[in-house]
């Protein structure tokens, strides 16, 4: 019998006194840059990919990191994706990866 898994999804609580809402681009900008760089895993110089869970009223309940990848590069599976989401009972995510180039503006890999 395989052991079961086990998943983290860091809650707000964890990262902001109070729940930030989502509901625009910017506003989830001012999370990640609030959360998101001061993490033990987060490495500036390559590809991360994380999925913000939102409720309801898109107030954001957790992040999750879902893969790290290289310079310019970061694979994700939807698997990983939706489990954190479904495990924390989400109703919306947010999916967000950074450029270690500094430069925000879609690739062309980021628009396929």
Not at 21 to 27: E, N
Not at 72 to 98: K, N
């Amino acid at each position: 019998m395989k052991p079961p898994h086990e998943f983290k999804v860091m809650c707000v609580r964890e990262c902001l006194p109070e729940p930030s809402k989502a509901d625009t681009p910017d506003q989830a900008v001012a999370y990640w840059r609030a959360n998101i760089p001061q993490a033990d895993w987060f490495d500036p110089a390559k590809e991360v990919f994380v999925v913000l869970a939102l409720n309801a009223r898109k107030r954001i309940l957790g992040h999750n990191l879902v893969a790290i990848g290289s310079l310019d590069t970061v694979s994700v599976a939807p698997r990983e994706v939706f489990r954190p989401i479904l495990a924390i009972a989400g109703h919306s995510v947010i999916l967000a990866h950074s450029h270690p180039s500094g430069d925000p503006s879609p690739s062309d890999a980021d628009l396929l």
